[in-house]
């Protein structure tokens, strides 16, 4: 077992050996010449930043037209509120399709339709922000007036996922 060992070990090695003699018939490792970097690379001026288009005072006034709609839309949301708070407080428990169940899932359904016009604005908004984007204008207002829309809207969101689950039975 040993004289196994012994000549799967020294053959192996007495084999690479022999390749190792000839070191002058390797390739150098060294930088050659047409590896150096020479000459001058011509020098290349920015091109110059383009500044957003100031906003244009069309836009300010659908803006504010937009605004106007989303608010209105959220004061009758407001609006009918209570209403339907009371009517889906009545119908808690109440057996699907049921008279109260009913009465109350119509009142939902009105405040949703508050909702959607809120919506309908956003969508303006968004309109509005991708053709100004494209234009390269200046989108600032646009989004702060998105942002304003959006906040109306994530409160009448939670205002009817409370009143929908109090809704199921």
């Known amino acids: 077992m040993r004289r196994i060992h012994l000549v799967l070990f020294v053959i ?36 110059p930043v383009e500044t957003p288009a100031p906003v244009p005072p069309e836009l300010i006034g659908k803006l504010d037209g937009l ?6 839309a959220d004061a ?7 209403r339907t708070r009371a009517l889906v407080a009545a119908a808690s428990g109440a057996a699907v399709a049921s008279e109260s169940w ?14 959607s016009q809120a919506m309908i604005a956003l969508a303006d908004l968004d309109a509005l922000y991708a053709a100004e984007g494209v234009r ?5 207002a646009i989004v702060t007036a998105r942002d304003q829309v959006i906040a ?11 009143l929908k689950r109090g809704l199921k039975s």
């Open 136 to 140: 390269m204008g200046d989108t600032s």
């Open 12 to 47: 192996p090695a007495l084999a690479l050996s022999a390749c190792a003699k000839d070191a002058g018939g390797y390739p150098s490792l060294a930088r050659r010449p047409a590896e150096r970097l020479s000459g001058t690379a011509p020098v290349v001026t920015p091109a």
């Open 152 to 162: 109306l809207m994530r409160d009448e969101d939670a205002v009817l996922i409370e």
């Open 67 to 72: 605004l106007a709609k989303a608010r209105s």
């Open 76 to 82: 009758l949301f407001r609006q009918h509120m209570p």
């Open 102 to 115: 009913s009465v109350a899932t119509v009142a939902l359904a009105d405040l949703e339709s508050q909702r």
